[in-house]
């Protein structure tokens, strides 16, 4: 059973596009991460959701914004795509927001020409 | 300025040949320490996590130990399907729950 799931797998898009990133846990956890690992491979932070309500909301541009239906789904959307937006976005999830063992999905990976 | 550095970017060893990866931080009051492995084209997979200096923890090949200023994660007589990218990340003491990532060690165990 996949833990943290995370789809598409690739994305390869034009300039100015919109997309959706989709990620479900099955884990049973409060709180869920969105992540972005550029080709230096450090891992960024970009929201933190916990029981669909976002704690952490890092200096990202407006155009990204997480949507969480509920605690086992948080998607992230992307607006008017550009061109250092291509990465790779990896969704992860905790017991809860003071638990910090991170369980990470296998990765999106956006390309946007 | 909160920060992670690890060491070597890169490491190649032989088989059975055992060495050490370094991670050193600079924070205002540790949290806690985190190790992880990155396979390709995988998400981080967790390790280990310490929390006070002079702790150890150990899985099967594989020893972190952690001091004031910085954690070794120790690997002992590497096997192939060690090779991995090692990252280590931090948590502040007074934090909104954030870890703070190191660029990782890529680490090749040739047979």
């Known amino acids: 059973d996949t833990a943290v799931s995370q789809t598409p797998k690739y994305l390869v898009t034009q300039m100015g596009n919109d997309k959706s990133i989709k990620c479900e846990q099955n884990?049973?956890?409060?709180?869920m991460y969105w992540y972005k690992q550029d080709s230096k491979k450090f891992l960024k932070i970009m929201f933190s959701?916990?029981?669909?309500?976002?704690?952490i909301n890092e200096t990202v541009p407006n155009r990204f914004s997480p949507k969480s239906p509920d605690k086992a789904h948080l998607n992230l959307h992307i607006n008017s795509l550009e061109l250092g937006d291509s990465a790779v976005y990896f969704c992860?999830?905790?017991?809860?927001?003071?638990?910090?063992?991170?369980?990470f999905g296998p990765g999106t990976r956006l390309l946007v020409l | 300025e909160d920060q992670v550095t690890q060491s070597p970017e890169a490491l190649r060893l032989q088989e059975g040949e055992s060495s050490s990866l370094n991670c050193s931080y600079t924070?205002?009051?540790?949290?806690?320490l985190f190790w992880y492995r990155q396979d390709p084209g995988k998400g981080p997979e967790f390790l280990f996590t310490?929390?006070?200096?002079?702790e150890e923890k150990e899985k099967e090949r594989l020893k972190a130990t952690l001091t004031k200023k910085e954690s070794f994660l120790h690997i002992t007589a590497p096997k192939p399907e060690d090779s991995a990218t090692y990252l280590c990340?931090?948590?502040?003491?007074?934090?909104?729950?954030?870890?703070?990532w190191g660029a990782g060690t890529k680490l090749i165990i040739k047979p």
């Open positions: 992860a999830s905790s017991l809860t927001s003071t638990v910090e063992t991170q369980y």
């Open positions: 884990l049973g956890h409060d709180t």
């Open positions: 959701y916990n029981n669909k309500e976002l704690i």
């Open positions: 924070v205002s009051g540790l949290r806690g």
């Open positions: 310490l929390y006070s200096a002079g």
């Open positions: 990340a931090v948590r502040r003491r007074d934090s909104n729950y954030q870890l703070i």
